[in-house]
């Protein structure tokens, strides 16, 4: 069956359907990984967003029950050049197409991915939509155009209840903006006791449950959209090790007085980032459309660490009065390369001091 891509500038791809036909608009953005398909679709950092994957063939091994980063596929489309029917791998339990069916997720194939990946790069991310007649292209454009940029994604993906994953170790507070279960399974390999809690959660409540640590989790959106969860964080940095990944760091950074902004087109799949402090570059796995602006940072406490090689942008930050710091990537990273024993070591290293030195 046909189906369309539809832009917001008017533009059109036409292509095979795969999976539902349950539509919603969403933020067209390309996506560079080679695989970790099934992490990317789960990952609740991809809410609100169609996601074409650069990488010509896409489901060749498959959905399987173990390699989900949330408790379901969060992206609200799928743009692919060839979607693989037979997949081969001895984990496999179903296609990549009847995976979306089954959660209703729209899909296309047979588009032209490296002509929209350019337009991207060129105009920037813009929403998109799926429609089944092209009599109906011109009218789904205009309502692209009028649609105001999507809110209250963090909201859409947080845990609305408090819950534990007892440990024998260090106490963690996990603030949930929209966790990967991977950044959970790096937290329980090292023994902490965690408890995860929602996005909104005042600093009064976190500090309640006496954490060794903060976790600020990745997640979907705009940082600014939740004044009150940087507020919190504003008055837990002086109080506790607080670690900021992905969205996390940007809140920590508009915390700490730093400003961010959209970018043009994100970064989605694997990037070189160098250490400054050490000039080692590392391949990490991003999945961000907003940054923190560097020359903001000038006027804080806080420092950079970390830079993107290819956007530019910064990629981490440290603060040099309190035991804080954040990074842009993905450290555990299931579906692209990581550095977790490096990041999660320095999170629970800054604790042990923490304790020693108030002991």
Same mark, same amino acid.
């Given at each position: 069956m046909k189906r369309y891509l539809v832009l917001e500038d008017g533009s059109f791809y036409e292509g095979e359907a795969i999976g539902s036909s349950d539509y919603r608009i969403g933020e067209l953005i390309f996506n560079t990984s080679v695989?970790?398909?099934? +992490?990317? =679709?789960?990952?609740? @950092?991809?809410?609100?967003?169609?996601?074409?994957?650069?990488?010509?063939?896409?489901?060749?091994?498959?959905?399987?029950?173990?390699?989900?980063?949330?408790?379901?596929?969060?992206?609200?489309?799928?743009?692919?050049?060839?979607?693989?029917?037979?997949?081969?791998n001895f984990r496999s339990e179903e296609t990549l197409n009847e995976y979306l069916v089954r959660n209703r997720i729209p899909g296309i194939k047979g588009v032209d991915t490296r002509a929209i990946t350019r337009k991207i790069r060129?105009?920037?991310?813009?929403?998109?939509?799926?429609?089944?007649?092209?009599?109906?292209?011109?009218?789904?454009? +205009?309502? =692209?155009?009028?649609? @105001?940029?999507?809110t209250g994604l963090v909201d859409s993906v947080s845990t609305r209840n408090v819950y534990p994953i007892p440990g024998r170790g260090r106490k963690v507070v996990v603030v949930d903006f929209g966790v990967k279960l991977s950044i959970l399974r790096e937290l329980s390999d090292r023994g902490c006791d965690i408890t995860v809690v929602p996005a909104r959660t005042s600093a009064e409540e976190i500090l309640g449950y006496y954490p060794d640590g903060v976790i600020l989790s990745s997640g979907p959106g705009n940082p600014e959209d939740l004044p009150e969860a940087v507020n919190s964080i504003r008055e837990l940095i002086s109080r506790t090790v607080v670690f900021g990944i992905g969205l996390g760091m940007e809140m920590l950074a508009l915390a700490c007085g730093a400003k961010t902004y959209k970018m043009k087109y994100g970064q989605h799949g694997e990037a070189p980032v160098v250490d400054l402090r050490t000039d080692k570059v590392e391949i990490t796995s991003q999945n961000h459309s907003?940054?923190?602006?560097?020359?903001?940072?000038?006027?804080?406490?806080?420092?950079?660490?970390?830079?993107?090689?290819?956007?530019?942008?910064?990629?981490?930050?440290?603060?040099?009065?309190?035991?804080c710091f954040g990074v842009q990537y993905n450290p555990e990273a299931n579906g692209g390369p990581h550095d977790a024993a490096g990041l999660f070591g320095r999170f629970m290293e800054l604790m042990k001091k923490e304790d020693a030195e108030n002991a």
């Open positions: 695989t970790g398909t099934q +992490e990317i =679709l789960t990952d609740p @950092a991809c809410c609100g967003q169609i996601v074409l994957m650069t990488y010509p063939l896409v489901g060749n091994t498959g959905i399987n029950r173990d390699d989900n980063e949330g408790l379901k596929p969060y992206v609200f489309g799928v743009v692919v050049k060839d979607c693989c029917e037979f997949p081969s060129t105009a920037g991310s813009m929403k998109a939509v799926f429609c089944d007649e092209e009599s109906q292209i011109g009218a789904f454009a +205009e309502t =692209l155009r009028s649609k @105001a940029d999507m907003y940054a923190v602006d560097i020359e903001s940072l000038k006027a804080t406490r806080l420092e950079m660490t970390h830079k993107a090689l290819n956007e530019d942008c910064c990629e981490g930050i440290r603060h040099l009065d309190y035991p």
